[in-house]
C-alpha cells in the first residue's frame, strides 16, 4: 500500500499536463476564421501577423475551393461545413479565389511583426 500515493499523484500529474496541454492546443488553433457563404468569402481581405493561421469555413450549399494565385497553397473542394486552414510563415500578399466559382475572390496580407 505504500507505493500507491506516488502512483496516485503521478496519474494525477499527467492528468493535469494533458489538460493544460490541450488547452493550449485549442488557443493556438483558434486564428483567424474566413467563412464562405452565399458565393463569396466573408472577409475579401484580411490582415495578418506572419505565423498566424487562417482557417475557411465553407457554409454554402456547394462546394468551394481555396486557392492562391501564385500558387502558394491550394485547399481541396470543401463541402458544406468543412474546414481548410493554411499558416502564413512569410510576409506579402497572398490573392486566391475559388477554382469552381472564380469570382470569387480574396486576399490576405502577411505583415512581419507583431
Known amino acids: 500500500m505504500g507505493t500507491s500515493k ?3 499523484t503521478t496519474i494525477v500529474t499527467m492528468a493535469a499536463l494533458l489538460l493544460v496541454s490541450s488547452v493550449g492546443a485549442a488557443a493556438e488553433s483558434a ?3 474566413v467563412e464562405i457563404k452565399a458565393h463569396g468569402f ?3 481581405e484580411l490582415t495578418v501577423p506572419v505565423g498566424t493561421t487562417v482557417t475557411w469555413i ?3 450549399d456547394d ?3 481555396v486557392t492562391s494565385t501564385n500558387n502558394v497553397f491550394r485547399s481541396p473542394g470543401l463541402d458544406t461545413d468543412e474546414t481548410w486552414a493554411f499558416t502564413f510563415t512569410r510576409p506579402g500578399t497572398y490573392p486566391y479565389y475559388c477554382t469552381l466559382h472564380p469570382l470569387m475572390t480574396g486576399t490576405v496580407i502577411v505583415r512581419s511583426g507583431s
Open 42 to 44: 466573408g472577409v475579401p
Open 31 to 33: 486564428g483567424p476564421r
Open 63 to 65: 462546394p468551394h475551393t
Open 6 to 8: 506516488p502512483i496516485l
Open 58 to 60: 465553407n457554409h454554402d
